[in-house]
């Protein structure tokens, strides 16, 4: 079992910056590929981006190539996401979530556990 926790969220301006960061307590961290997936009202959940269990390799959604980073701290069990050049569209609530098998790291059912959310609001 592992508990996510997720932070740094707010309300912020077209082109400003976050970073959101995901608290993992429980098992071991390193051994869970960790995924970034937002929710907007009225649509459905969305992939966002993913670190491999070392974090050497990621992945990101389309919409976020270029702008999102994301990146981990094994040693303090926690992933970020970088947000930069933020757009309205990218308002929404974030969710990070672990899998241990590294599968389609894109696909929501894959992922073993999830946190509760934080809200990214950006203003234009």
């Known amino acids: 079992q592992v508990q996510l926790v997720e932070s740094g969220g707010g309300l912020v301006q077209a082109g400003d910056s976050l970073r959101l960061s995901c608290a993992a307590s429980?098992?071991?961290?390193?051994?869970?590929?960790m995924g970034w997936f937002r929710q907007a009202p009225g649509k459905e959940r969305e992939f966002v981006a993913a670190s491999s269990r070392s974090g050497t390799i990621t992945y990101y959604a389309d919409s976020a190539k270029g702008r999102f980073t994301t990146s981990r701290d094994n040693a303090k069990n926690t992933v970020y996401l970088q947000m930069n050049s933020l757009k309205p569209d990218d308002t929404a609530v974030y969710y990070c979530?672990?899998?241990?098998?590294?599968?389609?790291?894109?696909?929501?059912?894959?992922?073993?556990?999830w946190g509760q959310g934080t809200q990214v609001t950006v203003s234009s």
């Open positions: 979530a672990a899998q241990e098998n590294g599968r389609r790291v894109g696909v929501m059912r894959e992922y073993d556990y």
């Open positions: 429980g098992r071991t961290f390193s051994s869970y590929v």
